[in-house]
């Protein structure tokens, strides 16, 4: 009788641990999702950033000379391409943080 007692928890022990694994299994595929898609947000964003800092530079070499306005304008939108794309970075390390987070469930 006892050792019947015994089987019986074992079989939930080894049922809970392979629940317990196919949660872990999900929650690494979760994490590699999240991970991949910061990576890209994240590159993205470096080339956005990379073109508008040098359009600004490229204008603001332009200043006070004969293309004085076309200057102006390239110091313009370059900042603004350039802020945008370190927003974008900036942005995807909330990929990161939802890596950290278990779902509820």
């Known amino acids: 009788m006892p050792a019947l007692c015994f089987a019986q928890t074992e079989t939930k022990d080894v049922e809970q641990l392979k629940k317990e694994i196919l949660l872990l299994q999900g929650d690494v595929a979760q994490i590699q999702v999240n991970l991949s898609q910061a990576q890209n947000k994240f590159k993205r964003g470096i080339i956005i950033a990379t073109i508008g800092?040098?359009?600004?530079?490229?204008?603001?070499?332009?200043?006070?000379?004969?293309?004085?306005?076309?200057?102006?304008?390239l110091l313009v939108s370059g900042g603004i391409?350039?802020?945008?794309?370190?927003?974008?970075?900036?942005?995807?390390?909330?990929?990161?943080?939802?890596?950290?987070?278990r779902n509820s469930r």
């Open 53 to 73: 800092y040098s359009v600004t530079i490229a204008g603001g070499l332009m200043l006070g000379r004969k293309n004085d306005d076309l200057g102006k304008v």
């Open 81 to 101: 391409t350039g802020i945008t794309g370190t927003f974008l970075m900036a942005d995807a390390f909330k990929y990161l943080g939802r890596a950290g987070q």
